[in-house]
């Protein structure tokens, strides 16, 4: 299949998103090595950056991680000194966690992200805005279709015996 080409099949058009996966996990992957970070580490605080102080729950609800797993990933971040663990301002019952300031972290974010970004400007700069709206629609049904599979495979590791069925998005519309 040449770039840019329409998969012709089924097995291509997996093939294409396989090759498109590895490509994202890989990246995030040496984005999270350079700041000594595991990219699921890296990717936990993307979401606090995007959402600001969230409780633990919150945290698993945009990874699809089990609630355990957070716990155990913010260990490892306050630990490491990138994360605090906080009471809530609003209600002093919960616990949120929040990013602490870190200048060498966002040195090096800069530097891996400012390019990134300017690339991922030019590569959408060649699609008119039906084609771009077609390609949002793409990445959200997809986002959805990775966290709803991520929870169902977390799921799996705690009851092997569990159904695959539930929590799957409807991809269809």
Not at 81 to 105: F, I, S, T, W
Not at 111 to 124: C, I, L, S, Y
Request: charged fraction near 25%; aromatic fraction near 4%; proline fraction near 5%.
């Amino acid at each position: 299949m040449s770039q840019g080409a329409l998969p012709e099949n089924q097995a291509a058009g997996a093939l294409l998103g396989r090759k498109f996966a590895t490509a994202l996990v890989v990246f995030h992957e040496a984005v999270g090595k350079l700041v000594g970070l595991s990219s699921v580490e890296r990717k936990c605080i993307d979401v606090l950056q995007q959402l600001g102080p969230v409780t633990a729950g919150t945290i698993a609800e945009h990874t699809g991680l089990t609630t355990g797993a957070v716990t155990g990933l913010v260990d490892r971040l306050e630990n490491a000194g990138y994360v605090q663990r906080a009471r809530d301002p609003n209600d002093r019952r919960k616990v949120v966690v929040r990013l602490l300031p870190n200048e060498r972290m966002d040195a090096l974010m800069a530097a891996a992200f400012g390019p990134f970004v300017e690339d991922m400007a030019n590569t959408a700069a060649r699609y008119d805005d039906a084609e771009l709206r077609a390609i949002a629609d793409w990445i959200t049904r997809t986002t959805d279709t990775l966290v709803a599979n991520t929870r169902r495979i977390m799921n799996l590791e705690e009851d092997p015996d569990a159904s695959a069925q539930p929590g799957r998005p409807d991809t269809r519309h």
